[in-house]
Structures are given as structure tokens and as C-alpha cells.
């Protein structure tokens, strides 16, 4: 990564002369020793957790990705990683490739119920009471029938079925499919402009610019890949890449003009092509609106499809011969994480009725500590291929159903995952699983942004805890794999579950294979005695590290001894102090033992490579 080296080369430039810091975009951390807190997941609440400390001042996004690898999380900008064999609970980091995600019946079942609730042909009155509230049936029938006029349905409903056009073009090979098209919004021409643009005797009723936007987004794909094509495929055009440049507004809405027949009938509207934009014509404005209102259900060859959830909605037979309810729209908005007052108060409705949190425990202070403050340094997109469009950095996911926030992902966005760090929802629409639902829609941008950003293939679930059952849903996102606490490796977790039945803490690259397919020799047994400082947990959904409850702990133990913390690794720590960068080598004499086995401690929890890179701020 062009940025993570030249943050290194800036950090290795000012110690190696003793020079001072520039306002130097770089991680800068303060050790916080050991943490003893109460766990959360034990059934016993007398057990307790121990964890290592950091508390980051700023840190990089590159860094913290590999941090995340050897099984560190943050929460807010305190970083902590499980002592595996002393914690009670042995918590281990899991991830999921994007591309070879295979979703459950379970994970189907749960798209395909939101599609039905956004159709309006899902009956919550029907669902089981576990899975939904007297309070949300009310609320869910209150949005069918308020807010939008019967020209505000039909116009929603004709965006719809103009968006399944889209998508057909797409499966036909008219688009590139695997970059994500914006989604098509019909609008009311004004009454001004009708007289101006109406054809004979036919009026001009509505107009879509689709064309334009998804123009825009081809163009921007095909610029993000400009360098990679010149450079190594330059005598191959761009077409080969997935990407047409001939592809301009007039033609695309030409072919989406050409391919809507199924829905001029199903409307009885006339659409036809103008100047980039696809216009929607008739003779009698409520004869059309009347056709549009009274079909009792989408034709079967315009049903939506389920975008990545790898299957497409039925036409359901006992769906009743009468006037459809509202069909509700939902937004998924990508936001730099902010404090915003709509997002405090669904949090404090999920922590009190879902978690059954006090008032007094959920303050506003508490919640920008835990998921709003952030120490990664923002890195915008410069369109070369190495940062999606969002940028690197920490945001949140917000999940509105027409105009109702109702969930919300907070997430980071790294060089090779997105890692999800928590999600709160409203209790009224938990028949939805938006838990579930928001999973799927993570993973599927993850394969959506690959496009722009081929570098960014994993999804991070988190600390995968065998020994705690409500954690165990991770494992369902399939194939994912579990990270060694030991020697920092990825394993199978078909190959770790066995395992984690016989024992909770394992060091599970002993059981899988090498690089070149040879076995890996098991660990002694006194090695594995010294390396209880070298592993990993953490908390995803419902991990709130009780700060009221954390004790700070000594563990020199075995570490006094100068003989032992001698060696390169060691060495060539980058110590901060006010504004200069060193190697602890050129401060080792104003260090007292009690400071040295601390920061042998740091260097061991991080890794030679990070503690040579992060800043160990000594202020």
C-alpha cells in the first residue's frame, strides 16, 4: 500500500535522525497495561475477562488492519486483544471471504421476508409473536396507508418495475454486472414544462434521468480502472474490463425505452426515449393511474429480483384480488462516523428494550465513546484502485424504511475487509432480522466495491466465542474462518469447530496445514507457557467494555528479567516523547525495569513489525 509505506518511511526518516514530528499522519498509541473486567458471556457473572490495552491518540487504517490480524478490535479509540488463556471466555477473530459467501435457507429466508414487507404483501399480523410486537403491526399498517397520495404509489411503484428493467438489461449483458447501477426514481413533470414537451395528442406525465446516473456511474468505474488498463492491458480495450465507453445517456435510455414493453402494458402508459431521459406519456392521466393502482400484483416477469441473496421472489398464490398497500422503500446511506441525535435515540430505545439496560447506563457520553469516537485517520478515494469511493475510515450504515431510521451498522472500512463493529435497530421491526439482513447487505458492497478497490475482500465478524451460544451465529456465515491465537494464521472453521468442542482454547494452526501442505509440528507445551501474552478477544454486537468495572493489572511476571527483553525486536521499538520519534535502543538507559517490561509487554501483544511502526507515546 503506497500509504502505509510512506507513513513507515516518515516514521523510520524521524528516528532515525531524532527528529521531530510534523503534524505526521501516523498511529500513535499509549500502552494501558492489562484490563480485568466482569464477562459478559459467561452464565457465572463471578468469571472474569483479561485483556491487553492501547489506548490510540490516532491510528492509521493500515495499521489497524493489521492489528485485526493478530486479534486486537477497538471499541471507541480504546484497542484491546483477550489474553486467550487467562481471559474466561477465549474469544477468536473470524472473517468470511465476500466472493465465496454461500447464504443459508435461513439467510434467504430472511431477504426474501423483507422483500415481501417493502412489497406490502407480507402479513405481520400472521407472524409469530416472538418475532414481532402488537406496537410494530400497528406501526407497519400505519405506513401502507399514510403519507403519500395515490400519485405518490404510483409513481413509487413505476420507479420500481423501471429499476426491474434495469436489472434485465443487466442479466442480458447490456450492463456491466458486476458494478452496482444506481436505483431509478421516477418523477411528476411540472405542469409548466407539459405543454412544452407533450407529442400530439398524448401528455407528459412523468420522466426518469436513470440514463444520466447510470452513465455517470460507468464513467466513474471505467476511470477507476484507467491505470490498471493502460498499463498492463493497453492494447486490449476497455470493454474486455466489463466497461463500454459508447455507453452515453442517449443510448442507455434507448435501450432501457426499447426493453419496457412488459410495463407499458402493465401501466398503460406510453415510454419512449428523449434526449437521454426515459419519458412516460398519456392520453388520459387518470386512466393510467387507475391501471397502476388496481393491479392486484406484479406480472411474473417483472418481479424484483433479490440482489445478492442468490434467489428471486415467487409470485405467492394466496396473494388476495384486491388493491395493494403502499409499497414501502428502503435506503441504505453510507455516513463518516458522526454523532447524529436520531441515531443516539434509537440506540438508547435498542440498549433499554433489547439489552434491558437502565437510562442512566445509556448517556450520551457513553455512546460517542463507544461508537461514535474513533482514532483511524480518514483516506479519501483518489480514483487509483486502492481505496474505494467511500474511503478508508470508520463509518455508519444507516437503514431507512421511508424516512424511519430503523437500524444502524457501525463499521470500519480497511484495505482488506469491512469489520463490523456493532448494530442497533428498532425493537418495533425486529420480525425483520435486520441483525441478519444488515450482514447480508455488508457482505454483498464488500463485492460490490471490488470494482473500485480489488484489495478489499474480507468481512470481519468480530470475535467468534464457541463457548458462549449466542455468539456461535457467526460460524453461520459460511465459509469463514478462524484466526490462530498463536502463530497468526487463518484456519477453516470446518477444521476449528471440532477442535473448540473438545477445549475452549486452542491453537488451531497445529491441526491445519502450511503454506506448502505440510503439517505443522505441534507447540511444546513450555512455549506455550510463554506465549499467554501473544493472543487474542474481543465484542461485537453486545460488547461494551464496563469501564465502571475494568481494573487495571500488573503482570510483570516472568518479563524482569533485562536478559530476557534484549534483541532486535525489542530494540528497534518507536518511542514517542513530546515531538520526537527514537528507538527505545537510544533511550534503553533512562528506562527503569518496571518501563521496560511494559513496553516488552506492548512489543509482544503488537508484533515487531507494528512496534517498530507505531508511535509508543511516552507523554
Known amino acids: 500500500m503506497a500509504g502505509k509505506s510512506g507513513n513507515e518511511a516518515g516514521s523510520s526518516s524521524a528516528a532515525g535522525q531524532g527528529g521531530r514530528s510534523s503534524n ?24 472474569t475477562s483479561i485483556s491487553h490495552g492501547l489506548w490510540a491518540h490516532s491510528l492509521t487504517v493500515y495499521d489497524y488492519q493489521d492489528l485485526l490480524d493478530r486479534g486486537w478490535r477497538r471499541s471507541g479509540s480504546f484497542l484491546y486483544k483477550p489474553d486467550m488463556e487467562k481471559t474466561c471466555c477465549p474469544s477468536y477473530t473470524i472473517r468470511l471471504k465476500a466472493g465465496d459467501f454461500v447464504p443459508s435457507k435461513e439467510q434467504l429466508r430472511v431477504s426474501r421476508r423483507m422483500q415481501r414487507f417493502l412489497d406490502g404483501t407480507l402479513d405481520v399480523k400472521k407472524l409469530d409473536n416472538h418475532d414481532i410486537s402488537s406496537s410494530a403491526v400497528g406501526k407497519s399498517l400505519a405506513y401502507n396507508h399514510e403519507e403519500n397520495s395515490k400519485e405518490e404509489q404510483f409513481m413509487c411503484q413505476l420507479s420500481e418495475e423501471l429499476d426491474n428493467v434495469v436489472g434485465t438489461c443487466t442479466r442480458n449483458g447490456e450492463f456491466p454486472h458486476h458494478i452496482q447501477l ?12 407539459r405543454k412544452l414537451l407533450a407529442e400530439g395528442s398524448e401528455e407528459l406525465l412523468y420522466s426518469s434521468n436513470i440514463s444520466f446516473q447510470i452513465a455517470a456511474t460507468l464513467k466513474q468505474a471505467q476511470s477507476a480502472r484507467k491505470d490498471v488498463s493502460q498499463s498492463s492491458f493497453s492494447r486490449h480495450s476497455s470493454e474486455e474490463n466489463g466497461l463500454s465507453p459508447k455507453l452515453s445517456p442517449d443510448i442507455i435510455a434507448e435501450k432501457l425505452a ?66 395493494r398497500v403502499k409499497r414501502q422503500k428502503l435506503e441504505i446511506r453510507l455516513k463518516r462516523s458522526s454523532f447524529d ?57 444507516q437503514y431507512w424504511i421511508d424516512g424511519q431510521l430503523v437500524a444502524v451498522g457501525v463499521i470500519d472500512i480497511l484495505p482488506k475487509c469491512l469489520s463490523s463493529k456493532y448494530l442497533f435497530w428498532d425493537p418495533d ?61 487463518w484456519v477453516p472453521y470446518d477444521i476449528a469447530k471440532p477442535l473448540l468442542d473438545a477445549r475452549p482454547h486452542v491453537v488451531l494452526s497445529d491441526f491445519s496445514t502450511s503454506q506448502h501442505g505440510e503439517s505443522l509440528l505441534p507447540i511444546p507445551d513450555d512455549l506455550m507457557e510463554q506465549q499467554h501474552d501473544d493472543l487474542g478477544r474481543e465484542g461485537d454486537s453486545n460488547d461494551i467494555m464496563d469501564e465502571d468495572e475494568e481494573e487495571e493489572i500488573d503482570d510483570l511476571d516472568s518479563e524482569n528479567s533485562d536478559g530476557e527483553m534484549e534483541g532486535d525486536d525489542f530494540n528497534n521499538v518507536l518511542i514517542g516523547l513530546q515531538e520526537s520519534r ?20 506492548y512489543a509482544k501483544a503488537v508484533g515487531a513489525e507494528l512496534s517498530e511502526r507505531m508511535v509508543y507515546s511516552l507523554d
Open 341 to 397: 441525535p436520531k441515531e443516539y435515540a434509537l440506540y438508547r430505545r435498542y440498549q433499554i428494550n433489547v439489552h434491558n439496560d437502565t437510562p442512566n447506563q445509556v448517556t450520551e457520553s457513553s455512546y460517542k465513546r463507544f461508537l461514535v469516537d474513533t482514532p483511524l485517520i480518514y483516506v479519501p478515494s483518489i480514483g487509483d484502485g486502492t481505496v474505494p469511493l467511500c474511503g478508508f475510515g470508520s463509518f455508519h450504515q
Open 24 to 47: 505526521r499522519r501516523e498511529s500513535v498509541v499509549v500502552d494501558v497495561r492489562k484490563h480485568r473486567s466482569s464477562c459478559g458471556y459467561c452464565k457465572s457473572g463471578g468469571r
Open 258 to 323: 426499447s426493453s419496457s414493453s412488459q410495463l407499458e402494458e402493465s401501466f398503460g402508459l406510453s415510454i419512449r426515449a428523449c434526449k437521454g431521459h426515459i419519458n412516460f406519456y398519456s392520453a388520459s392521466k387518470q386512466a393510467s393511474l387507475d391501471i397502476g393502482l388496481q393491479r392486484a400484483t406484479v406480472p411474473e416477469a417483472t418481479l424484483t429480483e433479490c440482489e445478492n441473496k442468490g434467489a428471486c421472489l415467487k409470485k405467492s398464490p394466496e396473494t388476495p384480488e384486491h388493491p
Open 582 to 601: 527514537l528507538r527505545y535502543k537510544d533511550l534503553r538507559h533512562a528506562f527503569t525495569p518496571a518501563h521496560r517490561s511494559c513496553l516488552h509487554r
Open 429 to 489: 421491526f425486529a420480525f425483520l432480522s435486520l441483525g441478519k439482513y444488515s450482514a447480508i447487505q455488508e457482505i454483498g458492497w464488500i463485492k460490490e466495491n471490488q470494482a473500485f478497490c480489488p484489495s478489499l475482500q474480507y468481512y470481519y465478524l468480530g470475535y467468534y466465542i464457541h463457548s458462549c451460544s449466542k455468539m456461535r451465529y457467526k460460524a453461520a456465515y459460511r465459509p469463514s474462518e478462524l484466526l490462530c491465537p498463536l502463530r497468526y494464521q
Open 182 to 193: 444506481p436505483k431509478a426514481s421516477v418523477k411528476k413533470v411540472l405542469q409548466a414544462k
